[in-house]
């Protein structure tokens, strides 16, 4: 293992600090992201650390569908990198960027997935499962009801572009 000025990490006390120092850094990085969500900024301090313990991260491609309209939903999913294009069946709802997070409706309301989204470049993404986001939910009154603002406030956002489509078609 070689750290960061180019030096061979031998003995065993140099490699516990190196990753240790390394894990810290990117859980500071994690809590700094994901602070900028206006979601999670309602979770409790004391439920931070466990959020950041069950966060997972996924890389995903350019052009690749991270999930379909009419899916069930199982991860809520924050931007950390690159941009996401959200659409309602042929129209696009939104392009969603680092800081955004998208996927939320359905693991609220229970319901499948109200749009498709799509990376539109390679994308650096952190999941929560449904699970651990429901158990946060039960345990904090407060990030529940950001959570059900939030995903009234898009589902109204979603029910407005589709009276535009309509009366566009008209």
Known sequence: ?????GGFLRNTAA??????????????KLIEHLGSSELVRHVPLQFLEEVVDNIKERFCTAGEQLFAEGDAGY???FIEAGEISISRKT???ADLVSGDMFGEI???TGETRTATAVAKEDSQLLTIRKEDFDHWRQRSPEFNAATKNLAARRLSELAQKDRVSSDAAL
């Open 106 to 108: 359905s693991i609220i």
């Open 91 to 93: 129209e696009q709802v």
């Open 75 to 77: 991860v809520v999913y």
């Open 15 to 28: 490699k516990i600090s190196f990753f240790s120092h390394r894990k810290a850094s990117r859980r500071r």
């Open 1 to 5: 293992i070689i750290n960061s000025k």
